[in-house]
């Protein structure tokens, strides 16, 4: 069974700070997705990393895959409470690419 | 921008009804998805759908649950017989391809809150 962990289950900062969100997994997966999800409505992408090693950035998001496809970080600068948000990691692949989500990162940032 | 739209927003329903939940997912997508989100808990995939037919399905979607593309729009959920169990989201989500790591970025509709009662 295919599982994503993600780290940390909440984090409460302030507004300016750095924080970085993890995601692990034992299995290897051909692409990852994160995606930010309010309460009541649906996961939106945000980026999607298909390579060992790759970097995308985001304006103040930035996205790494590990280089073994098993571990992805997302890491936010001078945070804002527009960021504020449930972060979701996903793991794709097979033949139907269904996804497998991760534990989610509550992240609230106090103005 | 091209989105996945899902109806209706919020379905209330007895134990034991049937429920259809439905999905409109983006037109030149070919991989149909159903994953739910108990309160609190994490996205669980449901099933996907491709070329008119199921190409995978987890564990949860036992024989009371049913999807179908019934037109070229459409795609739809069928619960059945409902339990209070699957008083969850309901999202849809669509692909423009499903096996190649290039182009496989899913898209989620709003999702449908389904309570039972």
């Known amino acids: 069974t295919q599982l994503l962990e993600q780290s940390p289950q909440f984090l409460s900062i302030q507004e300016g700070e750095n924080l970085t969100v993890y995601c692990n997994s034992s299995s290897v997966f051909s692409s990852l997705q994160w995606y930010r999800q309010e309460p009541g409505e649906g996961p939106v992408l945000l980026v999607t990393?298909?390579?060992?090693?790759e970097v995308k950035k985001l304006k103040r998001l930035t996205f790494q895959f590990g280089d073994a496809r098993k571990d992805s970080s997302l890491h936010i600068t001078a945070a804002q409470p527009g960021d504020t948000g449930l972060y979701l990691c996903a793991g794709g692949g097979g033949a139907t690419n269904k996804l497998i989500f991760g534990t989610g990162t509550l992240l609230a940032v106090q103005p | 921008e091209p989105e996945v739209t899902q109806t209706p927003s919020h379905q209330v329903t007895q134990m034991g009804q049937e429920v259809i939940l439905r999905c409109v997912p983006i037109?030149?997508?070919?991989?149909f998805y159903w994953y739910r989100q108990i309160l609190g808990q994490k996205v669980e995939f449901l099933v996907s759908f491709y070329n008119n037919e199921i190409s995978e399905k987890s564990e949860i979607f036992d024989d009371q649950f049913s999807v179908e593309r019934p037109d070229g729009s459409n795609f739809t959920l069928k619960i059945r017989s409902t339990k209070l169990e699957d008083s969850a989201m309901y999202f849809c989500?669509?692909?423009?391809?499903?096996?190649?790591?290039?182009?496989?970025?899913?898209?989620f509709g709003q999702g449908t809150r389904l309570t039972v009662v």
């Open positions: 990393v298909v390579t060992g090693g």
């Open positions: 037109s030149n997508h070919l991989y």
């Open positions: 989500a669509s692909t423009q391809q499903g096996n190649r790591r290039v182009n496989t970025e899913a898209f």
